[in-house]
């Protein structure tokens, strides 16, 4: 294939949260790389200006300041408990130049296509003749770009609108409007709806629980981080918080809400304080699932239909890694294939940075991931005894990932349990020793790809042609 140069680096695709966690830290592991963002401007979905931006006038953190920012830079304690989208922003810019990498970063360059190539990957970047070669590949895009709609019966001839095109409460005034998803967005939309909207109603598939931001007039993640550290079983520790839960806030029923069906462990949170409340004030009507349209009537499965002028489905996102053949990446349920939602089982130049949902610092996690594939680079650039060891490993692939039981739905493909997950993280790295602090000799070349650590693994593995 004819390529742009021949270079030891690593790409890094995408300059959010988790592409500048990963050049931090390959900048001072000595490991060189390009990070190559499509947008004029850093900060991904945090971004309102660019169009990878998702956040609205009224998006806050759904996780607290001193659990949230990166542990080597945290948040300034000047901002307040549950900073805005603007301040994150601003923190992630501070936390780029603070670490020296905002000059390492090339705006406006889009990635139209990676394919294999020998020892490598090949990658078409819009606008050049030829395409680049790297020595390994970091996705680190995210997983907010192509919005997830139901299909349902039916035409509606009013408005359509999905939560990553939602701005401003702008949008809704002096409007019927039905939000589709009782997520965190979901669930930000309807309470701004209350103030300006004629009417507002909110679909639910399911009963889920309505975490509040605060508990014992602290952040609720700092409760529960505390109460994390006790040692117990999950299925217990799982009892125990719905109880709790129950003790605090009250059963959903007593709010007009529908009751889950699960326990509080088996769903990604929805943190809302005030939803339940404006729903037992009577300003917001609570329905199930959406049966048909007709014209600007909304029918629902128990029978009950409204008249809507909008309708803002808050149902996420598909899952898909535009510029990469997604067979690479993730099983035909749309489940990822990586050890980890980071490491290839079968190739050892092709990592994932943030491609996980968890409840609790998505940054923090893209950090920790990013310090396991630096350790994991430099040991294979070694030849060390720890990549022949985690090469083993990491051809497992997912099934050995700490995940927690959830319930099966599009929504937990991703999902994690934050604390059991980062503690595995913090045990590989543990296990790399001296690999996990060391760098790169300067003018070492990285290890070809798909050699060394594939020494190590059983017999009964074959790695998959390029």
Not at 17 to 27: C, D, I, V, W
Request: proline share 6%; net charge positive; aromatic share 10%.
């Amino acid at each position: 294939m004819d390529v742009k140069s021949n270079t030891d680096k690593v790409c890094i695709i995408g300059a959010g949260s988790s592409g500048l966690a990963a050049a931090k830290t390959f900048h001072e592991r000595g490991i060189p790389f390009d990070c190559l963002e499509r947008e004029p401007d850093i900060g991904g979905l945090w971004n309102e200006a660019t169009g990878t931006g998702v956040v609205y006038d009224t998006t806050y953190l759904v996780s607290s300041r001193k659990y949230t920012g990166f542990e080597d830079y945290p948040l300034p304690e000047e901002y307040p408990i549950y900073p805005s989208h603007r301040e994150t922003l601003a923190y992630l810019r501070a936390y780029a130049a603070n670490f020296g990498i905002l000059d390492k970063i090339e705006l406006s360059t889009v990635v139209e296509r990676v394919e294999r190539a020998q020892d490598g990957w090949s990658v078409q970047v819009a606008g050049e003749e030829r395409p680049r070669f790297y020595r390994a590949l970091v996705i680190a895009n995210g997983h907010h770009h192509v919005p997830r709609t139901p299909k349902i019966p039916g035409t509606f001839t009013g408005e359509v609108l999905h939560s990553r095109d939602y701005r401003s409460v702008k949008q809704l005034a002096d409007k019927r409007v039905v939000v589709v998803g009782a997520g965190n967005s979901g669930c930000d939309i309807v309470v701004d709806a209350t103030s300006v909207a004629q009417r507002i109603y909110l679909s639910m598939r399911r009963g889920t629980y309505f975490v509040p931001k605060f508990m014992f007039g602290r952040p609720t993640d700092g409760v529960i981080n505390f109460c994390e550290k006790i040692p117990m079983p999950r299925g217990l520790r799982n009892r125990l918080y719905t109880l709790f839960h129950k003790i605090m806030v009250g059963r959903n029923e007593r709010y007009g809400l529908p009751e889950p069906e699960h326990r509080i462990m088996d769903t990604h949170p929805t943190m809302t304080t005030v939803l339940p409340q404006l729903v037992a004030h009577g300003r917001i009507g609570v329905k199930p699932d959406i049966a048909e349209f007709a014209g600007r009537k909304v029918r629902f499965t128990d029978g009950s239909e409204v008249e809507a002028d909008l309708v803002v489905f808050a149902t996420g996102y598909e899952v898909s890694i535009p510029f990469l053949d997604n067979d690479l990446l993730f099983g035909p349920d749309g489940r990822p294939l990586l050890y980890l939602n980071v490491f290839h089982p079968e190739l050892d130049d092709l990592f994932a940075v943030g491609l996980i949902q968890a409840n609790g610092s998505i940054w923090r996690l893209a950090d920790d991931q990013s310090q396991l594939v630096a350790s994991y680079l430099v040991a294979l650039a070694e030849r060390h005894e720890r990549a022949t060891w985690f090469g083993a490993l990491k051809s497992q692939g997912h099934e050995t990932m700490e995940q927690g039981s959830y319930v099966k739905t599009d929504r937990h493909r991703l999902e994690a349990n934050y604390y059991a997950y980062r503690r595995q993280l913090k045990r590989h790295l543990r296990r790399f020793g001296p690999m996990a602090k060391a760098a790169l000799k300067s003018g070492r070349p990285m290890a070809p790809p798909s050699r060394f650590a594939a020494s190590a693994r059983p017999k009964s593995f074959s790695t998959r042609a390029p």
